[in-house]
């Protein structure tokens, strides 16, 4: 008889954070399903379905090897019945019916369409589809809808902004903004993160910190870095955020998805000069510049490290961080602290902890939490 090696048995964590991961996908086969099935979930506020299916593709984006059969699954954490089921079908037949039909639906297409756009969010995309519209032209006729000033921006330059981002056009962006900065405040500090730190060759923005060694001069940083741009002439949008934090209201009661440091959106007009390379998908019109989207935000030094690892992401390596601070060591972080949870939370706190920490079960609490 034929001897095979069994294969050795690796056990792969619930969590991201604890889960080595490159950016290499051998599975987006499955992860490109789930993906619609969760934001049509999200289309339809049905939080925890949607998290169950992000969470799924996490996992098998960690994965070595593509999965051939169901039963590769087995071991695998974050994978329900309705994910097998996906699976199933994809292993079977190449395609899954229900994502078929979610990417022919006519409320899925339009809010996907709608959202790609700079400042519009599901809110909005909702109540242009619920008032008729379908197309960018009709929302542009439409005499009732006044659009915001991201929106305006969003889709003047829909075209450039909704193309890949490439690793150069980053590093490009990264030495204007390294200008600014050091012209501001020769030890000012600048680092790349969001995708482009964890090693992506493509991503849809650009994302920066910026800070200064000493606490307190990072105030005002933003504003004029924005004054630098905008005497450059490069800055074609801007939205600025003053700072809201607050280090004595710290640790925040209830987990918040944004953070309070001081940030800005914008969208900068990069010359193709600027880029070894060249300009990334711009069409040969002769046109030699192209607009970015960048995101800068600056905490106060003390408070970089958990910026630093906060802006890095995934989105769902940043939850699982937190999940697993929460669950396994008891502790609360986000993008401006760390917590020792032993020495504040209440009793009734840690009795739901323990309820979520087993497996992968998600309510819709803990989709709000995370
Ligand atoms: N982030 C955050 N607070 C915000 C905006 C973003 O903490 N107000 C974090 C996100 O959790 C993410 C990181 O900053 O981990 C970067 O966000 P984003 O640019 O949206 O995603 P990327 O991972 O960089 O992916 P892409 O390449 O598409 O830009
Ligand atoms: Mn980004
Ligand atoms: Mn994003
Ligand atoms: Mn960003």
């Known amino acids: ?193 969001g995708g482009f730190r964890r090693g992506k060759a493509f991503g849809h923005d650009v994302d920066f910190i910026v800070t200064t060694p000493e606490l307190g001069k990072e105030e005002g940083l933003l504003t004029s870095i924005i004054k630098i741009l905008k005497k450059q002439g490069i800055l074609l949008f801007c939205e600025y955020q003053a700072s809201t934090f607050d280090m004595s209201k710290l640790p925040s009661r209830r987990f918040e998805a944004m953070d309070h440091f001081a940030k800005c959106f914008l969208i900068v007009r990069l010359e193709g000069s600027r880029v070894e390379g060249g300009l990334h998908g711009c069409r040969a019109d002769g046109r030699g510049w192209r607009a970015v989207r960048v995101d800068l935000v600056s905490p106060p030094a003390d408070r970089y490290a958990f910026a630093l690892l906060g802006w890095t992401g995934s989105r769902q390596f940043e939850r699982d961080l937190r999940r697993y601070a929460r669950l396994e060591r008891r502790m609360l972080l986000d993008n401006h602290a760390l917590f020792d949870k032993t020495k504040t939370q209440s009793k009734k706190e840690m009795e739901k902890d323990l309820e979520c920490k087993d497996g992968c079960v998600v309510t819709k609490k803990m989709g709000v939490k995370n």
């Open 1 to 193: 008889p034929q001897v095979t090696t069994p294969s050795p048995v690796v056990r792969v964590s619930q969590y991201a954070c604890q889960r080595r991961t490159t950016t290499e996908n051998q599975n987006k086969i499955f992860t490109d399903a789930f993906e619609v099935l969760a934001e049509n979930y999200e289309f339809n506020e049905i939080e925890g379905r949607c998290l169950a299916f992000r969470r799924a593709a996490s996992v098998l984006k960690s994965l070595p090897d593509m999965v051939r059969c169901l039963g590769a699954t087995e071991q695998l954490p974050c994978l329900g019945e309705h994910t097998k089921a996906v699976m199933e079908e994809i292993l079977q037949s190449g395609r899954s019916f229900e994502v078929e039909k979610i990417l022919s639906d006519e409320r899925y297409r339009t809010l996907k369409l709608f959202t790609s756009v700079f400042g519009v969010g599901p809110k909005t995309a909702e109540k242009w589809y619920r008032r008729g519209m379908s197309s960018f032209s009709e929302v542009l006729a439409e005499p009732g809808i006044q659009l915001n000033r991201m929106q305006q921006s969003g889709f003047l330059h829909y075209g450039d902004i909704s193309k890949a981002v490439s690793k150069a056009e980053a590093q490009a962006l990264g030495s204007i903004i390294d200008e600014a900065v050091h012209a501001i405040t020769p030890d000012g500090v600048v680092a790349l993160t």
